[in-house]
């Protein structure tokens, strides 16, 4: 189970559904479903859902939490992911093997940058921090996952600090 099954309660994997997807990293679309939307009947998740809001697609490498009934968050893990990036409609190039300066020529500069002994999270937050986007380097130089999600992680006071984010919020 990914993050978001720890988060929303664990899902059963859905085996038998191949989800392929485009996902708009600039317009923050899932399908055809922008955050803050209910999912379009036509995206091919949207029947997915269990009680908790999750729809787990573990071998298509994508989980989708609903909130109230609205698109609130996507986990992406790079490995098993077999849909498609864009940018404001445009598509690119996202893989494995994808570096955080890769990220950042194609993105800018992050808002937050956070790095341990065995990771590298870029944090680009938008609309003042009520949108995020998370790329996450397992290994610091390999992209692993990327999540999208509306009022993440850096929108907590608490998650703020312990991240030691020294920028000011919301972002502009």
Request: glycine share 8%.
């Amino acid at each position: 189970m990914g993050l978001l099954s720890t988060l929303f309660g664990s899902k059963p994997v859905i085996p038998e559904v191949a989800l392929s997807i485009e996902m708009d990293l600039g317009s923050f679309k899932c399908g055809r479903t922008a955050l803050g939307e209910r999912p379009k009947p036509s995206d091919p998740y949207a029947a997915y859902f269990d009680a908790n809001g999750l729809a787990s697609f573990e071998k298509s490498g994508v989980e989708i939490g609903i909130e109230k009934g609205v698109l609130d968050c996507v986990l992406i893990t790079l490995a098993h992911f077999s849909g498609s990036f864009a940018r404001n409609g445009s598509g690119i190039s996202i893989s494995t093997q994808t570096t955080p300066e890769e990220i950042i020529s194609q993105f800018g500069d992050p808002y937050w940058r956070d790095t341990d002994d065995d990771e590298t999270i870029l944090f680009y937050e938008y609309q003042k921090g009520r949108v995020e986007l998370q790329f996450e380097f397992s290994d610091k130089r390999h992209l692993s996952a990327i999540t999208l999600s509306r009022d993440g992680v850096l929108s907590e006071a608490d998650q703020r600090k312990a991240y030691r984010v020294t920028k000011n919020w919301p972002p502009r």
